[in-house]
């Protein structure tokens, strides 16, 4: 290796013919790499290839004005004022093709500096990666995790950074072969804002095919398969749509159920008239069998509850909780007169007879006093008068005729003595 490297070193400002000899030299003293046939058998192997052709000498940067170098690949720059960082670079002499050689730069700088604030970037369509390309070397996507990578140590005196960048070899023609890695650009951005921009040296690497040095070489079979997970965008909104379509649907279900379980007001039937009711009790009670039974008392006591219920009903107050003497007392008062109040008064006294001094009413009298009930009501019923209705006889609730009502100018509810 060493002899090689001389040699190496030795050849850029050599003629023509002593590149020759520097190449069959270089292939005398190459040691042969050797490797594992696909069978497995060790031992040295054979070495068919031929020598790696002669490396061209590497051109000699293009000098600015300004002390600037100027590569294919590189254009170093740095502004007046500012010194220059320190680096040091290594590169490995030997590789296979396809396998990534890393590129070990160590970067000495001062404090506030950066070293690739932006990262190791270099365009597809610029001048360093055609030259980078064209000498045969390709760098591997960051995406992919085979990106450059890079470690900052604080010192005393400054900072110290390591990169770590990978190139690719791939060299166009099969067999060992020589490559030469130009000189990449490092950017250092200065605590003022500057930019520097350093390149590093050419490399020389010597490039073996993988399976050079078998005698057989087989087909590898295919890497085992990695599970790959693909965001399904459609799916993933279907599911949310129907999660929200299904909570909506729970929401209105439960809030018509509730609505349908409110409590409802439930509107009582009109209460009936006074008179209507009356004679609706007075005629069962004609029809009962009470009197058949001989239980004329109790017919008696029911056909008095009744009038009085609908004297209390018609003219405002409690009927069957006032005594005969409060009801003559407040029947008097009002106004118009009640047309029947002698009629009624001698009613009350009968009852009143019957209940307190307990006589016991025949099967007449109690006929006597519901047909004098009956006429009660009748008499102070307000009069229906129609539109166009003459005072001609009209039907009363249970089916009996009734006199001609008397015109009144007394309001709804008060009749006209």
């Not at 018509?256 to 009356?278: D, I, S």
């Not at 005629?283 to 609908?310: H, N, P, Q, W």
């Amino acid at each position: 290796m060493r002899t090689r490297r001389s040699a190496v070193h030795a050849s850029r400002g050599a003629s023509p013919l002593a590149w020759a000899a520097l190449a069959a030299a270089l292939a005398c003293a190459a040691p042969a790499r050797s490797q594992p046939d696909a069978g497995g058998a060790g031992g040295p192997a054979v070495d068919d290839t031929p020598p790696p052709p002669a490396l061209a000498p590497a051109p000699a940067p293009a000098a600015t004005g300004r002390g600037e170098s100027v590569w294919a690949s590189c254009a170093e720059h740095v502004p007046p004022g500012a010194t220059r960082p320190r680096i040091e670079e290594t590169f490995p002499k030997n590789g296979f093709s396809g396998y990534a050689a890393h590129l070990e730069i160590t970067v000495t700088h001062g404090k506030g500096e950066t070293v690739l604030p932006e990262g190791f970037k270099v365009q597809g369509d610029s001048d360093a990666a055609r030259a980078i390309q064209k000498a045969g070397f390709v760098l591997p996507e960051a995406d992919a995790g085979a990106g450059p990578t890079s470690t900052t140590t604080a010192t005393d005196t400054g900072a110290t950074t390591k990169l770590v960048i990978p190139f690719v070899p791939l060299p166009k023609e099969p067999g060992r072969s020589a490559l030469l890695l130009p000189p990449v650009p490092i950017a250092v951005s200065r605590a003022s804002g500057e930019l520097v921009t350093v390149c590093t040296r050419p490399h020389e690497i010597v490039i073996e095919d993988p399976i050079a040095n078998e005698r057989d070489p087989k087909v590898k079979p295919n890497p085992a398969p990695r599970p790959q997970r693909e965001e399904w965008v459609l799916a993933k909104q279907l599911t949310v749509g129907i999660l929200i379509g299904a909570a909506l649907g729970l929401l209105v279900a439960w809030l018509v159920r509730r609505w349908l379980r409110r409590p409802r007001v439930v509107a009582a039937p009109p209460p009936k008239l006074p008179w209507v009711a009356a004679l609706e009790e007075l005629d069962a009670l004609r029809r009962s069998d009470l009197l058949g039974e001989g239980r004329t008392g109790e017919y008696f006591d029911r056909v008095s509850d009744c009038v009085r219920k609908y004297l209390g009903a018609r003219y405002g107050f409690d009927g069957l909780e006032t005594t005969s003497d409060e009801m003559r007392e407040l029947l008097a008062r009002v106004r118009p007169p009640v047309p029947v109040l002698p009629q009624i008064a001698r009613f009350l006294a009968d009852c009143d007879l019957v209940k307190f001094a307990r006589l016991q009413p025949s099967e007449a009298d109690c006929l006597t006093a519901l047909d004098d009930g009956e006429s009660i009501v009748h008499r102070t019923t307000p009069p229906a008068v129609r539109p166009g209705d003459g005072a001609g006889p009209r039907s009363s609730p249970t089916g009996k005729q009734q006199p001609p009502a008397r015109p009144s100018r007394a309001p709804e509810g008060e009749e006209a003595p």
